[in-house]
């Protein structure tokens, strides 16, 4: 079975940085392309950034390109989000999700709540 | 990037009755990137139907998906209690993944 564990969420100011982690495990980390996905409070998902399994590849919603970097270990089968100059709009439950067998999301993490606020 | 707009924003319907939810896109995307998610209050998201018309594992067959080109429903035929949720389509075009704003399905 799937379990995704997110962590490092937390309060920080505008402009400060955090790096959230995602603990992979019940399948085979380094096979799956990997994804975040955040949820504003009260709102919809938002697709955030994708790593592709093979080539590596990441790609960033245009919100948040340049300032987040995505990056994973496969021998410690962990996901990371690193994210820099936060703004307020960044505030969010932030999930790791896997990809499925196409271009879906068929396994999530409980999800990390993100607060930047002054 | 391809819009997703969902329709209706609430649906308030009774136990038993059938539940058809609307999922447009802006422009003719392919049904293999359209998927379908039940998200309940404090709760991750949950995949329900991949490529517009198969289940997910472990997935009612009260739930299904269908459509083409530019417009997609999820149907569920008899609404259980446990089905009172915000549902979300998803898909996905040129290296970027794009969500509908939801559907909440309230109990009336």
């Known amino acids: 079975e799937v379990h995704l564990v997110e962590s490092g969420g937390g309060l920080v100011q505008p402009g400060e940085s955090l790096r959230l982690s995602c603990a992979a495990s019940?399948?085979?980390?380094?096979?799956?392309?990997m994804y975040w996905v955040r949820q504003a409070p009260g709102k919809g998902l938002q697709w955030v950034s994708t790593?592709?399994?093979?080539?590596?590849?990441?790609y960033y919603a245009d919100s948040v390109k340049g300032r987040f970097t995505i990056s994973r270990d496969n021998s410690k089968n962990t996901l990371y989000l690193q994210m820099n100059s936060l703004r307020a709009e960044d505030t969010a439950v932030y999930y790791c999700?896997?990809?499925?067998?196409?271009?879906?999301?068929?396994?999530w993490g409980q999800g990390a709540l993100v607060t930047v606020s002054s | 990037e391809i819009v997703l707009t969902q329709s209706p924003g609430t649906l308030s319907l009774s136990p038993g009755e059938r539940a058809a939810l609307s999922c447009r896109a802006s422009?003719?995307?392919?049904?293999?990137?359209l998927a379908w998610y039940q998200q309940k209050p404090g709760q991750a998201p949950r995949l329900l139907i991949y490529?517009?018309?198969s289940r997910a594992a472990g997935i009612p067959d009260r739930f299904s998906g269908s459509g083409s080109g530019t417009d997609f429903t999820l149907t569920i035929s008899r609404l259980e209690p446990e089905d009172f949720a915000v549902y979300y389509c998803?898909?996905?075009?040129?290296?970027?993944?794009?969500f509908g704003q939801g559907t909440k399905v309230e109990i009336k």
């Open positions: 998803q898909q996905y075009g040129s290296s970027s993944w794009t």
């Open positions: 790593v592709n399994s093979g080539d590596g590849n990441t």
């Open positions: 422009q003719t995307t392919s049904s293999t990137y």
């Open positions: 999700a896997k990809r499925g067998e196409g271009y879906y999301f068929d396994g």
């Open positions: 019940g399948f085979t980390f380094s096979r799956y392309t």
């Open positions: 490529g517009a018309s």
